[in-house]
């Protein structure tokens, strides 16, 4: 089923770079809403289990011990469209290829440390917030009543 969710994280570059703050700025103006988020530093197993499709590519290690080199801000965002829409907001994989203005175009450092993650598809989306995320932290209740 086709949701309106996807997921991100912001990498730990741009989190040691002191870049959070604008990038979680450009996902607010673009439209995504937040659902969900924490701050924590992956262990080596755990970012290995989180990207382990790409087990078989030779970047696999590289990007494992990044990914768990620091800390990071995991996400859930709601917007129409949200896993195309985003993936347009962060541009290509590789920041020097990424579109002007996209967050990987701005914040990305090189292709392993590209600033953020974003889902690309609504299935891994789903199973990606999963992995980060309770049910309960996923389906946050209106309070306002
Ligand atoms: O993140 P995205 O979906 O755009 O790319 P991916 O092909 O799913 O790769 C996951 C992550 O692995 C990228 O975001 C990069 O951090 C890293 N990567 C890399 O280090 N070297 C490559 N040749 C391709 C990806
Ligand atoms: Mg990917």
Same mark, same amino acid.
């Given at each position: 089923m086709?949701t309106?969710? #996807?997921? #991100? @994280?912001?990498?730990?570059?741009a989190v040691?770079?002191?870049?959070?703050?604008?990038?979680?700025?450009?996902?607010? &103006?673009?439209?995504?809403?937040?659902?969900? @988020?924490?701050?924590?530093?992956? #262990?080596?197993?755990?970012?290995?289990?989180?990207?382990?499709?790409?087990?078989?590519? =030779?970047?696999?290690?590289?990007?494992?011990?990044f @990914?768990?080199? /620091?800390?990071?801000?995991?996400?859930?965002? &709601?917007?129409?469209?949200?896993?195309? &829409?985003?993936?347009?907001?962060? /541009?290509? #994989?590789?920041?020097? @290829?990424?579109? =002007? /203005?996209?967050?990987?175009?701005?914040?990305?450092k090189?292709?392993?440390?590209?600033?953020?993650?974003?889902?690309?598809?609504?299935?891994?989306?789903?199973? &990606?917030?999963?992995?980060?995320?309770?049910?309960?932290?996923?389906? =946050?209740?209106?309070?306002? /009543?």
């Open positions: 086709a309106n969710r #996807t997921f #991100t @994280m912001i990498k730990p570059i040691s770079n002191g870049f959070s703050g604008a990038i979680l700025k450009m996902f607010h &103006e673009a439209g995504f809403r937040l659902i969900s @988020m924490k701050y924590l530093q992956m #262990t080596p197993g755990q970012a290995g289990a989180f990207y382990e499709v790409h087990k078989d590519k =030779p970047f696999y290690a590289s990007l494992v011990e @990914m768990s080199s /620091g800390p990071i801000i995991a996400a859930i965002l &709601e917007k129409e469209n949200a896993v195309e &829409e985003f993936r347009k907001l962060i /541009g290509a #994989t590789d920041p020097s @290829m990424a579109a =002007p /203005g996209t967050i990987r175009n701005l914040y990305g090189n292709l392993t440390e590209n600033a953020v993650h974003g889902s690309d598809s609504d299935e891994n989306a789903e199973l &990606e917030s999963s992995f980060f995320f309770s049910g309960i932290e996923q389906y =946050p209740v209106d309070h306002s /009543g």
